[in-house]
C-alpha cells in the first residue's frame, strides 16, 4: 500500500501547525474564515478526501486511539478522509472496513460495504465481514515468498482459544470471541435526499450527491441521537476490551442520556468540539477510551 509521503508526520503533523499559524491571527472574523479556507485547503493539498480529517487527526492527538495493526471500523465513511486517516495510522498490517449508506469510491486501503447502518440485516453482514480476524487486512508482500498473511489477532480472544475447554466457554466468552474490533468511528449525519446534480454520476465526490444537515437543530439533533446510539450499541457487540469509540453528534438535549450509556461501556469518556469543526455548527464529538469488561 503506498501513501504519499506528505501522510508521515505524526509530530507536530499538521494540524497542529495549522492551528498554530491561525491562532496567531489577529482579527477574529479573518480567523474564522482563515480555518475555514485553510482546512479546506490544506486538506486537498495533503490529498485528504475532505477537511473532515482535521477533526479526527486532533481528536487522535489528543487522545491517541490509534495504533498499528489495529482493526478500524470508520461508520459514514464517505467520502472518506476518516478512513483515509485511520489507514495512515494502523498501516501497515492494519484494516479499516468502511460503511455508508451512498456509492463512493473506497479509499486506497479501506474494504467498504454500502448498505444502511440501521438495517439489522447490514449490521449483521458487517458483523460476520470482521469475524474473521483476515478479513480486509492488506497482505504483506515478502520478498521470498511473495505474499504471505499476517496472523490473526492476539489477546483476550487467543488466550480463551487457548484456555478454553471447547463445551466450558461461557456466553460471556463465547461474545467476546466474537469482538475483533479496535476503534469504531462514527461520523453519520442523517442523509437528506438529493435535490440537484443529478446529472453528475459522481463516486469520488458523494456531497454532490447528498447533503449532511437539514440547518434544523432539533432535527440533525435527534437524528443522530439516533445514529450514536446505534453506533455504540454496535461498539458494545464488537469493540474488544479496551478499545475506543469516536462519535459525531449535533448537540442538544438528548445528548446527556447518550454520555451516560458511554460512561457504561467506557472508563473515561470525552466531549469536545474539535478547532477544525465549524464554529458555528452544532456538531461535537464524544471519545470513549478503552471498553469495559
Ligand atoms: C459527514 S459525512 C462523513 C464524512 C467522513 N467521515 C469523511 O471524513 O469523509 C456523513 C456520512 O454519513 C453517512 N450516513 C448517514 N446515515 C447513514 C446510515 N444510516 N448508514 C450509513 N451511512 C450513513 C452519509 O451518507 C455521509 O456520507
Redesign the pocket.
Known sequence: MLISPLWRPLKGSWSTKLLGQIRSSSSKRWQARQLKDQFTREAAVQGL??R??FK?LQIDEKYRIFKRGQTVV??????????QVAVNRTQPDGRVLG????P?QPPKGVSTIQ????APEIQAYIQEFLRNPNRGRLRETSHDSGVSSLEPGVGLDQEITQNKDAEEISEEQKKALERTVDVVLS?????WLQTSGFWKRSLSN?YNR?M?TSGNNFRDHAGSMD?CNAALQFSSDVLKIGGHFVC?FYQGTEDKDLEKRLKDLFQKVHRLKPESSRSESKEAFFVGLNRKL
Request: proline share 9%.
Open positions: 478526501k475532505s473532515a480529517a479526527l470508520d461508520l459514514g465513511y464517505a467520502p472518506g478522509s476518516w478512513s460503511v455508508d449508506i451512498i463512493a448498505g444502511n447502518f440501521l461520523d453519520m449525519s442523517e442523509p458523494p447528498m449532511n445514529l459525531k
